[in-house]
Each structure stands twice: as C-alpha cells, then as structure tokens.
C-alpha cells in the first residue's frame, strides 16, 4: 500500500469512516516507526471501534478504551468527537532480529495491524476493514519523507521502485537506499513471472519485494499471508538456491500446518525454487544434489522437529526428500501429476494439515498408496535414493519480454539516527506465519565435503532408480 488514495465507489453510510494515515520515524527512538490514524468524522448512525490492533497504542482522541464480547482490548468511538485520532507505534527490534532492520539511513519495520469494526446503522451487521490494506475505501497515506507501506512491512527512507506487469499480476519492486541488487531487475522480474505461470493456484495480484543491504541479515524473509517479501541485496538468481524464488513460494503458500508437517513450509520452498531454477536454466539437477548432501543431519526424522540436529534439516534434508517424492509420484502417473498438484491440493485443505492428511492427499494424487515410503523417509530419519535425472516440470518456459519503469524518491530527513547494536549476529527461528531462509556459499564446510560428494553424485547419476 504505498502512498496513494481510494476514491469511495459506494454510499458513505455503508463504508467505515475515511482515514488519513500519516507515516514518520519516531524522533525519540529510532527504530520505531509511529503512524498516526485520523478519521473523519463519522456518520451519525454508525457504531464504530478499532479492534485486533497490534503494535502499541500511544494516545488516541475521540476513543474510549473498551473490551469485545471475548474480552479483547478495543476502542470505541465516544460518538461526539468529529476527527477522532489514534496514534501507533511498532518497532524493528521486534522478532527474533532478522526480520527487520533500522539504520541512520532507512528502516524497515513490522506494519501493525488493525480493524475497524463498524455498523452502518444500529440494526445492521458488523462489517471489518483494515487500514493498512489496499481495499479500504477513502484511505490515504503520506509520509514525512519517502517511504512504502505494505501490509506486513514498512519502509522508510529513499529508494528506488521498479514495477512489472505480466498476466494480471503485479510485481513492485523496493531496492533500499544503498541496495544494490546482485542481478538486475529485469532479470528479478522474468525469474519472478516464469516461476508464477508454472505454480499452481491462482498468482496474487500483486507481489511487493524489498532489496536490503548491510546490516540486514543475508537471507530472506516472507509473509505467506500478505504476498511481502525482502531479500539481501547479495542474493543471486543463479544456483540451486535462487532466494527469489524461494521466498515467492511461500507467497504462494496458503497452507496452516501442523506440528508433524512444520517440516514441509520452508521443504516446499527450497525445492520449487530449485525445481523451477534447473526449469530457467539457472542451475543443474547435479548442483542441486551436491547442494542437498551437502550436510548430513543424523537421527533428524522431518515429522518429529525435537529431533533436528539444526534449523537446515527442512532446507536440505525436506527438499531432498521432496525431489524423491516427486520422481514416486510422476513414475506412479506416467508423468501426468508431480509435487506441484500435492502443493496445489494442499492450499486448498480447509483447516490445518497434519501428517495423515498429506499422506491421504498425496494416495489421492499418485493414485496409489505411498504410505510405507513416507513412513520410512518422513517419520524416520532414513534417506531415500536420489539420482539427478529425477526429472523436473514439463515444457519449455517461453522467454517473457520485461517492460519495467523506475522512478526514484529521495528524502533528506533521516541522516542523523544512530541505531545500537545494528551489527547483531542474526539467529534462526522456527516456522511462522513469516518466514525466513538461510542462504550463501558452502565455504570451507564444501571444500571439506566435495570429494565424497562428487563420489557419491557419480555413482548416482549413472542410473536411473525408480522408487
């Protein structure tokens, strides 16, 4: 939602009160971005509250402070003040420290949730809109220098936006002040929408991206709920790992998982975007199993997280197990279904998915019961065998002409923050509704591994096993 307005296509009685939304970096802490909300003036038949806020309320005006029929904490309209007010705050020091990151320069922070809960009249149904996304009516945003608001993230600072259009979906790219992005954004965008065609579902209408430079961690971050992602300047669409890619999937994961299939969120990621990377020509099916046996993760069964010898285990030892799935399930139909169908199938489970429905999902779409393989390589810590001829999506992907426009937006207000801390070691954390991904060379731990590597991939790729 960047700084824009929504002209109002419906009678005023039957939308929520109009906002003016006004974005600043808080003068006191500099890693804390403040919004300040103020209403029109609402119709005198309205009953009107904003409830399910995140973030911390500083002040408001006009606003009682109230409870929801379920205790929740809320604010209620007091029905006399004609512009009533509420200012929030959130920070960058929330999470786990990868998430967001503020510098002297520009910060990226968590955009708070709300929900206006109103009745048009005081015998109508409660209706709810939120704010911060783009379908409120008469929303407008402006910011006290430059900056982007999304759903899930804020930014602030100077930058430089990229746009591209392809088959209904929008793609907005934010390269940070500093960023440079490792490979062009042409090249983001041709990645982007080639991976998009060949996902299953239906694509979101529009995806918006971030490139953060130093200090941001280097990996990847993504919000599976509200189509945002960011990724470290550094990241390359080249190899197995093609972060792009990565975090677009889990754009495209709708899925709620339960604790035995906490595994396969950030599995299915790493593989589609190996998968789709060999598909553009990226990278190799051999570089993508020397990167998946890279490391060994002894006793680590996927179903059962307390045994993970670490964070990796979804990342190479799913993903692995996952390209080994899909080659089952494309034997078992003569190529006419793969992993792409279970992923599709999965988005549209109603309720969360635990381990016995993604076995009964993925009998459904082999046609035949694999329970005894998923048994053994999911509950288990046992490997399946894999060789590189395990096949990938079918068809050749038509080269997509890119026609992206750039503008630049500049601002002078924000130079002289200093932020403590703001070269902290990043940690991993565990499956969310954001996710975050690990990536970067082999280093010394390759060089060490490469010769039984090799070794291994040559006995492999020398037949074609099937499961």
């Known amino acids: 939602m960047a700084a824009q307005s929504t002209e109002n296509s419906s009678q005023p009685t039957e939308n929520p009160p109009s906002v003016s939304i006004f974005v600043d970096r808080s003068a006191v802490d500099s890693a804390t971005i403040q919004y300040r909300l103020v209403f029109d003036e609402p ?20 606003f009682i402070s109230d409870k929801m029929h379920k205790n929740e904490q809320a604010l209620r309209w007091d029905g006399e003040t004609k512009s009533p007010s509420v200012t929030i ?136 709920s509200r189509d945002e992602l960011w990724v470290h300047e550094d990241a390359r669409l080249s190899g197995p790992r093609n972060l792009w890619i990565h975090e677009y999937v889990h754009t495209r994961q709708s899925f709620e998982l339960g604790k035995e299939m906490m595994w396969f969120r950030e599995a299915s990621a790493a593989y589609f975007a190996s998968n789709l990377s060999v598909e553009q020509g990226r990278t190799s099916q051999s570089d993508v199993l020397q990167l998946l046996t890279a490391k060994k993760f002894d006793e680590s069964a996927l179903s059962k997280p307390n045994t993970w010898a670490s964070h990796e285990v979804p990342y190479y030892q799913g993903a692995y197990t996952l390209w080994a799935l899909d080659a089952r399930i494309r034997n078992a139909t003569n190529g ?10 999965m988005n549209s489970h109603e309720g969360t998915i635990d381990y016995g429905d993604f076995k009964r999902i993925v009998t459904n779409i082999a046609g035949q019961s694999i329970d005894p393989w998923l048994n053994q390589y999911v509950t288990t810590s046992a490997l399946p065998e894999l060789q590189e001829d395990v096949g990938s999506i079918a068809g050749d992907v038509e080269s997509n002409k890119v026609d992206d426009s750039n503008s630049r937006k500049t601002s002078g207000g924000n130079g002289n923050f200093s932020i403590p801390d703001a070269n902290r070691l990043p940690v991993m954390i565990d499956d969310s509704s954001l996710t975050l991904f690990m990536w970067g060379g082999l280093g010394l731990v390759g060089l060490v591994f490469a010769l039984v590597v090799a070794q291994y991939i040559s006995g492999q790729i020398k037949r074609i096993r099937k499961f």
Do not use: C
């Open 336 to 345: 006419e279904r793969s992993l792409f169908d279970v992923f599709d199938r």
């Open 43 to 62: 119709d005198s038949e309205n009953t009107f509250w904003l409830i399910n806020y995140t973030g911390n309320v500083v002040s408001s005006t006009g």
């Open 89 to 224: 705050t959130s920070s960058a020091n929330e999470g786990n420290g990868q998430e967001y990151t503020a510098t002297n320069r520009w910060i990226l922070g968590p955009t708070p949730q709300l929900s206006v809960a109103w009745a048009p009249s005081r015998n109508s149904r409660w209706q709810y809109r939120q704010p911060f996304q783009e379908d409120y009516p008469n929303a407008t945003v402006k910011f006290a220098d430059s900056g982007v608001l999304g759903s899930t993230f804020t930014y602030i600072g100077a930058y430089e936006e990229h746009t591209h259009h392809a088959d209904g979906q929008q793609f907005q790219l934010i390269v940070a002040n500093d960023a440079a992005p490792a490979d062009p954004p042409s090249e983001i965008f041709k990645s982007l929408t080639m991976a998009s065609k060949h996902m299953p579902g239906k694509s979101p209408d529009k995806v918006l991206a971030f490139v953060l430079p130093d200090p941001s961690w280097r990996g990847g971050y993504a919000s599976p």
